[in-house]
Nanobody, 120 residues
Framework: QVHLVESGGGLVQPGGSLRLSCAAS????????MGWYRQAPGQQRELVAS???????NYVDSVRGRFTISRDNAKNTVYLQMNSLKPEDTAVYLC??????????????WGKGTQLTVSS
């Protein structure tokens, strides 16, 4: 019922900046949280940042102070502003949305992912 479309990935040099966008469409009225995950080759999927409808924000320690998650409710879009990028930030970044389902559990939706490569 929810479709997520990501944009903004690419190749940047260490120390550079990039902003990812994720637009949600479909039956979006029950979404209560959105976030960004990342997965590097051979690594577990990692929660990078999340934001809830009541404004609660969380970051993984490795990006705190460098990344900023934000939302535009009118556009049903979340952003991830990434500054001071490091080679270890290289990964596929995936947008996530959580929707409360009819049986009292959260339904998780995922975008297809966008590649970020940080290299000189």
């Amino acid at each position: 019922q929810v479709h997520l479309v990501e944009s903004g990935g690419g190749l940047v040099q260490p120390g550079g900046s990039l902003r990812l966008s994720c637009a949600a469409s479909g039956s979006i009225f029950d979404i209560y949280a959105m976030g960004w995950y990342r997965q590097a080759p051979g690594q577990q999927r990692e929660l990078v940042a999340s934001i809830t409808n009541d404004g609660s924000i969380n970051y993984v320690d490795s990006v705190r102070g460098r990344f900023t998650i934000s939302r535009d409710n009118a556009k049903n879009t979340v952003y991830l502003q990434m500054n001071s990028l490091k080679p270890e930030d290289t990964a596929v970044y995936l947008c996530n949305a959580d929707q409360m389902g009819p049986l009292g559990y959260a339904i998780n939706y995922w975008g297809k992912g966008t590649q970020l490569t940080v290299s000189s």
